[in-house]
């Protein structure tokens, strides 16, 4: 299985479309009761620890490998069927007769009956499941950390529409000048080899 994806990353079907996808569930909007008191000489960002719990939302992201841009989507619930609505959303956004690989993580809900009858009525979109234990090979977890930082930790939200209106601005402004990772796997002491060939992966 890792053999397979670390395969998508360095030698892409033509023509095809590479997606990164995950969510990120029970974001908080948190709301903090302080001020944050900004940096000054000699002395970090303070703030708070004290915060009104405002509600969860989660969000659903897709990261095309090749461009670095972002599908995003927000739900309030995470289920089966919010990610079979997410993949129509990347289908959406695609060309009709373009093939559509998708690497996503095993979780329970990416393996429903919902998402096996998805698949069967969309023969061009094709899911490849990381094995367990494995979120370093899917990108899009570089991603979450980044808007985790950028947005999320430091953030100061009203309500969850407020979390939710932000995150879609973040999204929006970073597919402006999106950039694709440049990933690469460096552990010498793991070595992943293609079975179909003799060239092995560090």
Known sequence: KAADIIGLYLKPPQHAAIFCVDEKTA?????????????????????GFEYYRHGTLSLYAALNTATGEIVGKTADRHTSEEFVAFLADIVAHQPRHREIHIIADNL?????????QFLATHPRVHIHYTPTYSSWLNQVELWFSKIERDV???????????LRRKIMRYIRCYNSEPKPFKWTYRNIHRRITDATSSVTVH
């Open 27 to 47: 974001i908080q909007a948190l709301d903090r009761l302080d001020p944050v008191l900004p940096l000054s000489p000699g002395r970090a960002e303070r703030h």
């Open 108 to 116: 329970s809900a990416h393996k429903t009956e919902r998402v096996r």
């Open 152 to 162: 999320i930790t430091r953030g100061i939200f009203t309500s969850v529409k407020d």
